[in-house]
């Protein structure tokens, strides 16, 4: 049997790459794949921001630019909402009349999305030569707005403010108008102060259970 010499087997083991230069070589790859990637802010009509989104991934497909526009986003979170004294989760817009838009900046992905129908422009800033050139958001507001859509709990519309006149519309106190001294928002709470036996006396109520006057 012929023997390997010491050369073949270092020749052998230098044909696999470590694991360690594996993920190197990976990293730097998709290093290079999002090189260039960042987030814009797209103003629209007032109403159009989902049409927008729903026009812009059209176009993103009908004019093969997958590799230049990667997300387009509605930024929104879940709201509770009361009224007529009824409790209802809603979806609202964080920011009215603005999508946000994952691409890298070039003369033709700048064009796809400028000439969606419903979008008005890019918000832009100047640059050193004074020409007005699209502003990406950074990388913390981006982080932000995304854990904001993702929260769990959806967040309470609050329809009172502190000072403010209500009428107690259910329990012990129905009928009894007050004064809004403190709101706690997390709980859906609100302390009123309303006159008892000739003193104001501090209850807590859900929001359901107060109205404005």
């Known amino acids: 049997m012929a023997k390997i010499s010491q050369k073949e087997k270092s020749k052998g083991k230098a044909d696999v790459a470590p694991a360690e230069d594996r993920l190197a070589v990976q990293t730097r790859v998709e290093a290079k794949d999002k090189a260039g990637r960042r987030w814009y802010v797209v103003h629209t009509y007032s109403g159009y921001e989902n049409r927008v989104k729903a026009n812009l991934e059209h176009r993103i497909q009908s004019m093969d630019m997958q590799d230049k526009i990667f997300q387009v986003v509605v930024p929104t979170e879940e709201e509770i909402e009361i009224r007529g004294g009824q409790r209802r989760t809603v979806s609202r817009k964080i920011f009215p009349g603005y999508v946000l838009v994952e691409m890298k ?4 992905s700048w064009y796809v999305v400028r000439n969606t129908p419903g979008v008005t422009g890019f ?3 100047q640059d050193e030569e004074g020409k007005t050139v699209p502003a ?14 993702e929260a769990e709990a959806p967040r309470v519309k609050i329809g009172f403010t502190r ?14 108008v007050g004064t809004v001294d403190d709101i706690n928002a997390e709980k859906g709470k ?5 006159s008892f036996f000739g003193r104001e006396t501090p209850v807590e109520l859900d929001f359901l259970q107060v109205e404005k006057l």
């Not at 900046?105 to 033709?108: A, I, N, Q, R």
């Not at 990406?136 to 859509?149: A, D, F, G, R, Y």
């Not at 609100?190 to 309303?194: D, S, Y």
Request: hydrophobic share 50%; net charge negative.
């Open 163 to 176: 000072g403010q006149s209500v009428r107690i519309v259910d329990g012990p106190f129905v009928d009894f």
């Open 136 to 149: 990406p958001l950074l990388e913390s507001e981006v982080k932000s707005i995304l854990k904001q859509m």
């Open 105 to 108: 900046m070039t003369d033709d």
């Open 123 to 125: 918000v832009s800033v």
């Open 190 to 194: 609100v302390r009123v102060l309303v």
